[in-house]
């Protein structure tokens, strides 16, 4: 069974950068599509990005697109740039349930998530 763990997450003030890391224990997640998510307190858990099982492949939010970027090799990254308050939330990655799958947008289609990394971003 696959394990994920984020980090990098910390305290930033707005239009600063962070960079998020996913690494994988246990069976590889290296043939599954993967995705970062976020919740910030009262909301519901939202789609931010994911990338292919190749790497071929990606999509964001209308919220990101421009500013944040995914990729993988052995692990999976999150490039957060000019970062905004609205950006505050826990992250998440997460594995798709289905070897050599594409990206997905939604929550059910992953079955392997990680505890979350918390991203602070002041005004």
């Known amino acids: 069974q696959v394990q994920l763990v984020e980090s990098g997450g910390g305290l930033v003030q707005a239009g600063g950068s962070l960079r998020l890391s996913c690494v994988g224990s246990?069976?590889?997640?290296?043939?599954?599509?993967m995705g970062w998510f976020r919740q910030a307190p009262g909301k519901e858990r939202e789609f931010v990005a994911a990338?292919?099982?190749?790497?071929g492949s990606t999509d964001y939010s209308d919220s990101v697109k421009g500013r944040f970027t995914i990729s993988r090799d052995n692990a999976m990254y999150l490039q957060m740039n000019s970062l905004k308050p609205e950006d505050t939330a826990v992250y998440y990655c997460?594995?798709?349930?289905?070897?050599?799958?594409?990206?997905?947008?939604?929550?059910?289609?992953?079955?392997?998530w990680g505890q979350g990394t918390q991203v602070t971003v002041s005004s």
């Open positions: 997460a594995a798709s349930r289905s070897s050599l799958g594409g990206t997905s947008r939604f929550t059910n289609n992953y079955a392997t």
């Open positions: 246990g069976r590889t997640p290296s043939f599954y599509g």
């Open positions: 990338i292919s099982w190749n790497g």
